[in-house]
Nanobody
Framework: QVHLVESGGGLVQAGGSLSLSCAAS????????MGWFRQAPGKEREFVAV????????YHRYSVEGRFTISRDNAKNSVYLQMNSLKPEDTGVYYC??????????????????????WGQGTQVTVSS
């Protein structure tokens, strides 16, 4: 089992920035990709970004393109999410996730929550207007 711990959440006003971190430990061998999901109160958990740990290829949901950037540091078994130009609609609990399944088959990205095996406890991000 892969253990994931998120950090870096907080309260920020619209237009501000936050940087999230996710540290992985445990049975990390074979992990193909890690990503971020978020969930607002009363809403479904939604995909934010994913990165292939083997080649660094990344994919971000449309609503955060140009504002959020996912990155990885394999030596530290960590992934990060730099969030700029935050909007109130970005508010939610942000979860780090890991999967041993290749997230890209050459034509499409598999970024559905059910494909991710391990999850962190989440970190709250609140963006005020």
């Amino acid at each position: 089992q892969v253990h994931l711990v998120e950090s870096g959440g907080g309260l920020v006003q619209a237009g501000g920035s936050l940087s999230l971190s996710c540290a992985a430990s445990g049975r990390i061998n074979g992990v193909a990709a890690m990503g971020w999901f978020r969930q607002a109160p009363g809403k479904e958990r939604e995909f934010v970004a994913v990165i292939n740990l083997n080649n660094g290829d990344a994919y971000h949901r449309y609503s955060v393109e140009g504002r959020f950037t996912i990155s990885r540091d394999n030596a530290k078994n960590s992934v990060y999410l730099q969030m700029n130009s935050l909007k109130p609609e970005d508010t939610g609990v942000y979860y780090c996730a890991a999967t041993r399944t290749n997230p890209y088959d050459g034509s499409r990205w598999f970024i559905y929550a059910e494909r991710f095996d391990s999850w962190g406890q989440g970190t709250q991000v609140t963006v005020s207007s």
